[in-house]
T-cell receptor, first 112, second 114 residues
Framework: AQSVTQPDIHITVSEGASLELRCNYSYGATPYLFWYVQSPGQGLQLLLKYFSGDTLVQGIKGFEAEFKRSQSSFNLRKPSVHWSDAAEYFCAVGARGNDMRFGAGTRLTVKP | NAGVTQTPKFRILKIGQSMTLQCTQDMNHNYMYWYRQDPGMGLKLIYYSVGAGITDKGEVPNGYNVSRSTTEDFPLRLELAAPSQTSVYFC?????????????FGDGTRLSIL
């Protein structure tokens, strides 16, 4: 079965600074990759997804992610973080069938 | 747009009690899912359904039951609540399965068992 690792449990960045959240996956074939964001007390919202084609994908709220097959990674980036980006971020990998596996999440704190 | 609606938002149960977590979606999605979220563990799939009348176990089904009598509703039942079931429960839905469909989530039910 596929698996996802998010190495960073908690990251703190200053408002206006750039952001990169790491995600590594394990899967034998080409994976379907997703990033979700969870604000406090709410469910998960889809930020972006990768299925095939261009390895740099754009999402909502100014986020982007890059698929690197050689590194089995799908890192999430944002050039300039806003205070409203403080949330928990989940990477997920979908496989054939109906199985989607989520990482443990990275909590983002934004300093003023 | 309501999307996926979960009730209740919060609940405290005593050990051994039973309850049903409700989930309904208005997007005419065929697939529905129940997850539990524990700190530092991400989301674990409890049960899922590919359509009315069809359900299947996920990664952590023990202690739970589900039913899917309509496309819209997918309730999760705890028969004998145990402290290990203290968690935040999320219901989700997707138009299709196959692993390449983004899922739409409800706001969750925070359940404490004392």
């Amino acid at each position: 079965a596929q698996s996802v690792t998010q190495p960073d449990i908690h990251i703190t960045v200053s408002e206006g600074a750039s952001l990169e959240l790491r995600c590594n996956y394990s899967y034998g074939a080409t994976p379907y990759l997703f990033w979700y964001v969870q604000s406090p007390g709410q469910g998960l919202q889809l930020l972006l997804k990768y299925f095939s084609g261009d390895t740099l994908v754009q999402g909502i709220k100014g986020f982007e992610a890059e698929f690197k097959r050689s590194q089995s990674s799908f890192n999430l980036r944002k050039p300039s973080v806003h205070w409203s980006d403080a949330a928990e971020y989940f990477c997920a990998v979908g496989a054939r069938g109906n199985d989607m596996r989520f990482g443990a999440g990275t909590r983002l704190t934004v300093k003023p | 747009n309501a999307g996926v609606t979960q009730t209740p938002k919060f609940r405290i149960l005593k050990i051994g009690q039973s309850m049903t977590l409700q989930c309904t979606q208005d997007m005419n999605h065929n697939y529905m899912y129940w997850y539990r979220q524990d700190p530092g563990m991400g989301l674990k799939l409890i049960y899922y359904s590919v359509g009315a009348g069809i359900t299947d176990k996920g990664e952590v089904p023990n202690g739970y039951n589900v039913s899917r009598s309509t496309t819209e509703d997918f309730p999760l039942r705890l028969e004998l609540a145990a402290p290990s079931q203290t968690s935040v429960y999320f219901c989700a839905s997707s138009y299709a399965g196959g692993g390449n469909q983004p899922q739409h989530f409800g706001d969750g039910t925070r359940l404490s068992i004392l």
